[in-house]
């Protein structure tokens, strides 16, 4: 198993940045693939990027491309989420989540763990 702590949320005005990143303790952290979903009020948990064991394959949501990078660090056991150029709609809780695949992950149901999520909010 893996426990999973995401930082780095807070209040930020339009167009600003933030680092999110989710410290990992347990199991082998390059044993997982890892993901950032978010979620607002009343919807679904959305995807947002993925990123695999090594580090060496990406991806996103169309609504995090070009802004939103993922990134991991298995020495230290944490994935970053730099977000850029912030816009209200970004607003929502976020969290990481771990899965036990090679492959790269886009449904919340695939992933086995997840974070208690970290509230960010972008002011307009």
């Known amino acids: 198993q893996v426990q999973l702590v995401e930082s780095g949320g807070g209040l930020v005005q339009a167009g600003g940045s933030l680092r999110l990143s989710c410290a990992a303790s347990g199991r082998t952290f390059s044993y997982y693939s890892m993901g950032w979903f978010r979620q607002t009020p009343g919807k679904e948990r959305e995807f947002i990027a993925a990123i695999s064991r090594s580090g060496s394959r990406t991806d996103y949501a169309d609504s995090a491309k070009g802004r939103f990078t993922i990134s991991r660090d298995n020495a230290k056991n944490t994935v970053y989420l730099q977000m850029n150029n912030l816009k209200p709609e970004d607003t929502a809780v976020y969290y990481c989540?771990?899965?036990?695949?090679?492959?790269?992950?886009?449904?919340?149901?695939?992933?086995?763990?997840w974070g208690q999520g970290t509230q960010v909010t972008v002011s307009s």
């Open positions: 989540a771990a899965r036990g695949d090679v492959e790269l992950g886009y449904e919340d149901g695939s992933y086995g763990y």
